[in-house]
């Protein structure tokens, strides 16, 4: 089992920059796949990034190519979602999760593990 929590979430203009970490339990972590996802207001959830337990393969919701960057380090359990020229419209409550499956996937209901979620604010 992994535990998950999130942290680095907060109150930023348009245009700046956030780092959120997710800080996992549990001495298997280099295997599980781990996702971002977000939640705003009113709306679904909805992937955002995910990298694999390597390292060697991530995704990206399109909204955030090239704004937004995954990457993890297995030997401190954590993953990193740094996220620049962010928008307003990047509100939301924030997610990390951990997939134990095999292949890599955007599908919320194919993670497992779920942290509480940080809140990110991003004001105009």
């Known amino acids: 089992q992994v535990q998950l929590v999130e942290s680095g979430g907060g109150l930023v203009q348009a245009g700046g920059s956030l780092r959120l970490s997710c800080a996992a339990s549990?001495?298997?972590?280099?295997?599980?796949?781990i996702g971002w996802f977000r939640q705003a207001p009113g709306k679904e959830r909805e992937f955002v990034a995910y990298?694999?337990?390597?390292?060697?393969?991530?995704r990206y919701l399109d909204s955030v190519k090239g704004r937004f960057t995954i990457s993890r380090d297995n030997g401190k359990n954590t993953v990193y979602l740094q996220m620049n020229e962010l928008k307003p419209e990047d509100t939301a409550v924030y997610y990390c999760?951990?997939?134990?499956?095999?292949?890599?996937?955007?599908?919320?209901?194919?993670?497992?593990?779920w942290g509480q979620g940080t809140q990110v604010t991003v004001s105009s």
């Open positions: 999760a951990a997939d134990q499956g095999v292949v890599t996937t955007t599908q919320i209901l194919e993670y497992d593990y």
């Open positions: 549990g001495r298997t972590f280099s295997s599980y796949t």
């Open positions: 990298i694999s337990g390597s390292g060697s393969s991530t």
